[in-house]
């Protein structure tokens, strides 16, 4: 009797336990979804906030880059009213700018980009920086057709030089070909005097050679006389011999 109040004791026990437990392990899974809810707004509110402090940082960049902008245009206009003040420009575009200059190509080149910056400007200050640029830009190009003419002139001027120089040159010119004629021309008398003295020359080497020919033919007729005496006188001897005989 004992041994079965005390196991219906126990059952009951366990019974109460399970509800217990199963209590706890139901506020615990309420308490685990109230906190993941809990969590999800948390992480809704971070999402929100990291937007819009996304947004805002965007904003400020926006705006800085604004800033930035509005103070290089204001340097810009302060750097051309500057310009637009010292500038030989100023007072005519008949001046003569150096071409060659890196401080003309400098201030041309920040005319070009003044141009370029006011497009994004008001019309007037468009049309007052085209005006600057077109004005600086007409005066490289007559400097540049300056520097042409001066090189074009110079050209000439030593064209004209040489050809003074070939003018005075030519009465030397005329002396010299007259030498080498006159040269020309001694050379010639001198080869027909050389010609009249060696046919003189000759001359009197077959006058000589004449003479001493005629000398031996004379030498030889009184050598064949002489040979021939002897004869002549055997020939008398005899027809004197025949007379007497006679």
Known sequence: MENQ????????????????????????????????????????????LWKKEREEFQLLRERSDALAFEEATAAARAAAAAYAIESPLSNGSDNIVDITSKQSIREFAILEYETNLAKYQNPYSFEQAEQRYNAYKHALVDAYGQKLSEVER?????????RQSADSLQPFQKIASQWSIDENNHGDSNRGSDERSTMDQSKIVEISLGNETNEWCIYGKIDNEVNMTPDILS?????EETSIAT
């Open 5 to 48: 109040l005390t196991f219906t004791t126990d059952f009951e026990s366990s019974i109460n336990c399970g509800k217990e437990t199963e209590s706890v392990l139901h506020e615990r899974a309420e308490k685990l979804c109230s906190e993941m809810s809990s969590l999800r707004e948390k992480l809704n509110e971070e999402v929100a």
């Open 235 to 239: 020939a008398r001897f005899k027809r």
């Open 154 to 162: 110079l050209c000439n001027e030593e064209l004209e030089k040489i």
